[in-house]
């Protein structure tokens, strides 16, 4: 009798853990991008949808369509605190207008993970991205390397609020006042915006306005395609020496043409992996690192080609984005 009591509550407690796995469900993750369109964020998403199959939870991908609609990221990151989701891996529009609901969700529970962009607020658990100021002083040393350390050029910049995008900005005019002297930036405080059209009007009026020009740096995707297609259409692509951010299909073609001079590229598809699986282990009680590093190189049309660059810069994005 007692033996058959002993089976009952083991069958029972067995019934118990089977039912309990089963309704386990898996964490629910926001990755919240600062854009959906640039070649960029299509990357972030990937790396995001490794990461989700790998470990096994959900994400969902919302975000702003244009990179300057700050509102509707404040409000993205509001919609998902109401829907009590596990995380936010989230890459802030802007360093401070993205602080109060970051606390918010914080002081709700939810853990955030921030991407690509700093944040100037507390209590986020990790801070996954590039280092942008090295990667500005890396452009600028290109730049001043194929000038010769003479000459005229010009910063285009990309848009107020940017953390990431300002501190390239910040490392690429340390770099030229520290080590190109003999470089004269003519302008340094004009901004591209948030689309490629907008880059390319500006860029328009920047080489109207200095028609003698000798090299030219961008901090970002849009605003390098923008600014090479005003060099195109003025005649000057591949005379005046060019410098930019990120990669793209338009801009490896302007490198491969020799109408560029260098791109300083991030692993966008390993930060979007890499803050996925920071929220994951976060949410597993494991000690992360506060700051993550995801790396940079300058690609040239000398090493483009290489294995390490052609994985880099033509990663499968349909293997993850289409499952």
Known sequence: MIRGRIAFVCVVALLVGAMGHAAAKPYRIAVIPKG??????????????????????????????????????????????????????????????????????????????????????????????????????????????????????????????????????????????????????????????????????????????FSSLDGVFCPNESSAAGMLRALQTAGKAGKVKYVGFDSSETLLNGLKAGEMDGLVVQNPFLMGYLGVKTAVEVLQGKKVKRRIDTGVVLVTRENMATPEMVELLTPDLDKWLKQ
Request: glycine letters at 10%; charged letters at 30%.
């Open 36 to 209: 959906t369109t640039h070649e960029f964020w299509k990357s972030i998403h990937a790396g995001a949808a490794k990461a989700a199959k790998e470990f096994d939870v959900e994400i969902i991908w919302q975000g702003p369509q244009k990179e300057d609609d700050r509102e509707l990221q404040i409000q993205v990151v509001q919609s998902f605190v109401s829907r009590r989701v596990d995380a936010i891996v989230l890459a802030p529009l802007d360093e401070v207008a993205l602080v109060r609901p970051v606390r918010e969700a914080v002081r709700r529970g939810i853990k955030v993970v921030v991407i690509d962009s700093g944040l100037k607020a507390k209590g986020f658990s990790s801070f996954v991205a590039t280092d942008n100021y090295q990667g500005g002083r890396m452009g600028a040393k290109r730049l001043g390397e194929v000038m010769g350390g003479q000459g005229k050029a010009l910063l285009l910049r990309y848009s107020e609020g940017s953390a990431s995008t300002m501190k390239r900005e910040q490392g690429f005019l340390d770099e030229m006042a520290e080590n190109y002297p003999g470089i004269e930036l003519v302008s340094t405080n004009r901004y591209a915006g948030a689309t490629r059209e907008s880059a390319f009007k500006e860029a328009q009026n920047l080489l109207t306005k």
